[in-house]
Nanobody, 129 residues
Framework: QVQLVESGGGSVQAGGSLRLSCAAS???????TGWFRQVEGKEREWIVA????????MYADSVKGRFTVSKDDAKNTLYLQIDNLKLEDTAMYYC???????????????????????WGQGTQVTVYS
């Protein structure tokens, strides 16, 4: 099993930045990872998927250009840098991981929550104007 611990959420003014962290109990060579967000009453939304080693990352159109994934292998920690926050970014953010991947080394299907077996507890991001 893989444990994921998220942190870094908070309240930020629109246009500001925030960096979320996801500390994993497993090295990135053994898991593929992703990020999702969810608002009460709405479906969980895929926003980011990273391959093994976090060597490649895909972003949903809604966050592309504003969200950036990075990692710290020594800490087994994934980071999600969020810039130019928008009101619609307000949500609970979850990191997720899986141990099975496709030919491109992404969890498969990378955009679906069903592809991920392990989930963090979530960290709330609130954007205000």
């Amino acid at each position: 099993q893989v444990q994921l611990v998220e942190s870094g959420g908070g309240s930020v003014q629109a246009g500001g930045s925030l960096r979320l962290s996801c500390a994993a109990s497993e090295i990135f060579g053994r898991i593929c990872t992703g990020w999702f967000r969810q608002v009460e009453g709405k479906e969980r939304e895929w926003i980011v998927a990273s391959s093994r080693y976090v060597s490649n990352t895909m972003y949903a159109d809604s966050v592309k250009g504003r969200f950036t994934v990075s990692k710290d292998d020594a800490k087994n920690t994934l980071y999600l840098q969020i810039d130019n926050l928008k009101l619609e970014d307000t949500a609970m953010y979850y990191c997720a991981a899986g141990r099975k991947w496709g030919s491109a080394n992404f969890c498969s299907p990378a955009r679906d929550a069903s592809a991920y077996t392990y989930w963090g507890q979530g960290t709330q991001v609130t954007v205000y104007s």
